[in-house]
Each structure stands twice: as structure tokens, then as C-alpha cells.
């Protein structure tokens, strides 16, 4: 049975490669996408992803997710230092629930410093640009302990 991975991103994401580029790049979301279901095929995972601009709709499809996929990536977006509702929705889910930002959050303005969501969530990728969906969907597998005999054992990482 193959892994299944849930990918929710959050408001104005929609406009990536538009948006702001010297801080989120020229990627748009379809081509992060696309490369993450070119990933998804040599990982063996089943993979639905989303984008939203409502906090409500973010955290209905996290409800979903309980008992139906396996691990959840999520870029909150902007909903990352607002948002109790997705944290409390976070919290329901049993699996790796991991978060991604493209920017360091961490270097930016002190309003886009501090993910409250972070904290329910089993980790933080950020800084990465779009490759951090990458390596969300790697870490995941690894996590779920999932990891196909076909991808190199350097990938398989190392036990914590």
C-alpha cells in the first residue's frame, strides 16, 4: 500500500511566482506541484495537495486527513502566526504533520517571525525555497518508516 501524503497550502500561495519574488522565488505553485508528484512516483506515495485562501477550509481538510492519509505537509502561509484553529485541527492528526515555509522565517520581519502553528507540528522546514516540499515528502516516508528499497540508503537517514 503506498504512502499517503496530504499537501495544504495556505492563503496568496496561489500567486507565488508573482508575489513578492525576491522573498518566495519565481516558482508558482503548480510547478512545486508537479515536481512534488514527479517526487510522490519514486517515493510510492499516493498525494493530494491543495491550496486555500480560508483558515476553515484549511482546517476541514485536516480533519479529513484523520484516519485517511498517512502524513500531512503544510505551508500555512500567512495563517502561521494567526491561527489557533489549525493548531487545535493539528493536533487531532496522529501522523507527521510537517510545516514548510519557502522563506526563512526566522530572517524576516518580526511579524513573519514566529510560527504559532509550529508548534503542532512534528517539524519545520524553512529557508529552502521550494525544494522544502521535497524535503518534507522525504522526511515523511523516512518518518512513517516507508522508505522504498529503490531510493539510495544515504536517503533513508540515519536512526534518532
Known amino acids: 500500500m503506498s504512502t499517503r501524503i496530504m499537501i495544504l497550502n495556505g492563503p496568496n500561495l496561489n500567486f507565488l511566482g508573482i508575489r513578492e519574488p ?4 519565481k516558482t508558482t505553485l503548480r510547478e512545486i506541484e508537479a515536481s512534488c508528484e514527479e517526487v510522490a512516483r519514486l517515493l510510492d506515495v499516493s498525494l493530494s495537495f491543495h491550496q486555500t485562501n ?7 481538510l485536516i480533519q479529513q486527513a484523520h484516519g485517511s492519509v498517512d502524513a500531512i505537509i503544510m505551508n500555512p502561509a500567512a495563517f502561521s502566526f494567526t491561527s489557533v484553529a489549525l493548531i487545535d485541527a ?12 519557502i522563506s526563512n522565517i526566522h530572517a524576516r520581519d518580526e511579524l513573519h517571525r514566529h510560527s504559532i ?3 503542532a507540528s512534528t517539524a519545520v522546514i524553512c529557508g529552502l525555497g521550494p525544494y522544502g516540499y521535497i524535503a518534507a ?24
Open 22 to 25: 525576491h522573498i518566495y522565488g
Open 54 to 60: 480560508f483558515e476553515g477550509e484549511l482546517v476541514g
Open 90 to 101: 493539528l493536533k487531532i492528526f496522529d501522523g507527521p504533520k510537517i510545516e514548510v515555509h
Open 117 to 119: 502553528t509550529s508548534g
Open 137 to 160: 515528502m522525504l522526511a515523511a516516508v523516512q518518518k512513517l518508516g516507508r522508505m522504498p528499497g529503490a531510493v539510495p540508503a544515504a536517503l533513508h537517514g540515519l536512526e534518532v
